[in-house]
């Protein structure tokens, strides 16, 4: 896992394995870790971060050790070679689950014959942050075999690594994170839960093309994260299956959408959040289900992560805690779009590829918004399904071109949000921002859903209201909010939209965009897959952050930059083009475009 420029490098990134002394090993190891900025380290970990990634990931991850196994004859010998180094620890050892466990699968021992401790001696960063060198120590009891196991790990060095805590950690930003470093190479690679410390651990292999010598990567998050962990376990899982496991996996996903839809339409999540632990049999009755076909479902969501088994019952784990009505940010209504309408329209997948007409269109005679139209209780659905992709504002109302209309002196600043739904974004603009006013254009029907939320909290009086459609842009405002609209639209009608939004801007405004960005890589993502939902089900795309620009190029519109969102989502920031605004062409009247979400 070394790069090709390793002979440029430092002599501290030499991996600890390379020196056959622990007191040298050591050292090395603290050199290293005494050098390191988190950023650089990110880059050289992880080649092809962009700069926005970039900032983001270091916003999240903070370097904190480099760690090695050491093998001491007892206790008192590490603690007299890590004075040697001038590495002092004055804490007790604790005991290492992760590495014991990895210790004895790797040479085929029983975990109780291996006691693996930590110490984790204080190293001074750049700046004079906290850092460690993370020592495990296996002491070389004789006739244990542990000089076995010390040959063969000096030799590969399986546990020195790398690692970075997480700050605020919580299971949204972890997919994230995770998610991230897939992306750009590294590979699962284990991890564990330490009750010990309350602190659950992600191991990665480093990417081929790595430019430090230590060949792992370890993501630290304080508390117990084990949903998370379960999923990060399950991707290394997947990826020793054989390809007909793989592909077997696969063609299961529509019983897993089934299974989850299931589980919201009966209320499981409602009803464990009500008594955790409750029997099945007890539960069946509570939600009217077959005792028999419930204790299959529920065997199923446990596989899934959605329950865990506890004693002679369920309770919900983090992620089926999301599927309950009543939760902050529920995916409930979600599920129940993706396992209804969404889920029979993709059953005439292959008709839009051939045809391009949207499959929700061929089944049900008109586009979703028209039929959403008809059918208030769906129409709700939808609304509340949109809702539940809010986690993905958090970090907007921090963004640049808010602070400053926040800032801004002489007058009250506004923020315009195009299609906002029932104002989650503009709310959480606005709680953010108590000097701004907010402006929420939408359709009648959503619209006085919005008002009656909003004015029921802190930011009511700040917000106006004003019902209609593209054509109604309002002039006027500083900040132009346009999230997950453009996905809904083919180009020509992106087009329509955007020259809406361009001439009612002044030449100070910025239109500030939240959309998916396909990678331009092919690596994995959510865009892709919400790419194959929107031509299926609207007729629209994800696209990339160069065509976004073009759209927005060729109505008079200039993209400045785009930055990282949860969920997979960007911030795209353009302003007005520098020329003359009057050359930006009017839309015709054939060119209308309603509203749609």
Same mark, same amino acid.
């Given at each position: ?57 270091? +916003? ?10 050491? &093998? ?74 542990? +000089? ?55 191991? &990665? ?18 508390? +117990? ?68 076909? %419930? ?5 199923? %969501? ?43 329209? &993709? ?24 039929? &959403? ?107 132009? %909010? ?27 405004? +910025? ?87």
């Amino acid at each position: 896992m070394y790069s090709d420029d390793r002979s440029t490098m430092p002599t501290t990134d030499a991996p600890p394995s390379l020196v056959d002394d622990d007191a040298a090993r050591l050292s090395a190891a603290a050199d290293f870790v005494r050098e390191q900025d988190t950023s650089v380290l990110l880059a050289r970990v992880l080649p092809g971060l962009d700069g926005p990634e970039l900032r983001a990931l270091t +916003d999240r991850c903070r370097f904190t050790h480099a760690a090695l196994l050491v &093998f001491p004859t007892d206790e008192g010998a590490l603690r007299a070679r890590l004075a040697d180094c001038g590495l002092a620890c004055d804490g007790a050892a604790q005991p290492s689950v992760v590495v014991r466990d990895r210790l004895a699968a790797r040479h085929h021992r029983d975990p109780a014959d291996l006691d693996v401790r930590i110490l984790r001696p204080a190293v001074a960063g750049p700046d004079g942050e906290q850092r460690a060198v993370e020592v495990f120590a296996l002491a070389l009891t004789p006739g244990s075999g542990s +000089d076995r196991i010390a040959e063969r790990e000096r030799r590969h060095d399986h546990e020195a690594h790398l690692a970075f805590d997480v700050v605020r950690p919580d299971p949204l930003v972890l997919r994230g994170l995770l998610a991230s470093f897939a992306r750009h190479g590294a590979a699962p690679d284990g991890g564990g839960y330490n009750p010990h410390e309350n602190g659950t651990v992600f191991y &990665f292999t480093a990417p081929a093309g790595t430019k430090t010598a230590y060949g792992r990567v370890e993501l630290y998050a304080c508390g +117990d994260h084990r949903d998370v962990l379960d999923e990060h376990l399950a991707d290394r899982t997947d990826a020793a299956e054989g390809p007909a496991e793989s592909l077997l996996r696969m063609l299961t996903g529509a019983w897993t959408t089934q299974a989850l839809a299931t589980c919201a339409e009966l209320r499981l999540p409602e009803a464990l959040g009500r008594r955790p632990g409750i029997g099945t049999a007890e539960l069946a009755r509570e939600v009217g289900a077959r005792t028999e076909g %419930l204790a299959t479902l529920l065997r199923y %969501l446990a596989m899934l992560g959605v329950v865990a088994e506890d004693g002679d019952g369920y309770r919900l784990t983090g992620a089926g805690a999301l599927l309950d009505g009543r939760a902050p940010s529920s995916m409930r209504a979600l599920a129940l779009m993706y396992g209804g309408p969404f889920y029979q329209s &993709f059953a005439h997948l292959t008709r839009t590829v051939r045809t391009g007409q949207p499959g929700f269109e061929h089944l049900y005679g008109e586009n979703h918004f028209d039929h &959403f139209a008809h059918r208030p209780d769906l129409s709700a659905l939808f609304d509340q399904s949109m809702a539940a992709s809010a986690p993905m504002f958090d970090p907007l109302p921090d963004h640049p071109v808010l602070t400053a209309a926040a800032d801004a002196t002489g007058r009250e600043r506004t923020v315009v949000d195009i299609a906002g739904g029932t104002g989650e974004l503009l709310e959480r603009v606005l709680t953010r921002h108590p000097g701004l006013r907010g402006t929420l254009l939408e359709r009648p029907r959503v619209l006085a859903a919005a008002r009656a939320r909003l004015t029921a909290g802190p930011v009511g009086a700040r917000c106006d209201y004003l019902a209609g459609d593209f054509a109604d842009v309002p002039p006027g405002g500083d900040v132009y %909010l346009l999230s997950r609209v453009l996905h809904d639209w083919d180009d020509d009608r992106c087009r329509s939209i955007l020259r809406y939004c361009a001439d009612a801007m002044s030449p100070d405004a +910025d239109l500030l965009i939240v959309e998916r960005l396909l990678p331009t890589d092919g690596a994995p993502s959510l865009a892709t897959a919400w790419d194959l939902h929107m031509m299926c089900n609207t007729g629209g795309q994800e696209r990339t952050a160069d065509h976004y620009a073009r759209l927005l190029s060729d109505c008079g519109l200039r993209l400045v930059g785009h930055t990282p969102l949860p969920l997979g989502a960007h911030t795209l920031h353009a302003r007005p083009a520098e020329r003359v605004r009057a050359d930006v062409r009017k839309v015709s009247p054939g060119e209308f475009v309603p509203f749609g979400r």
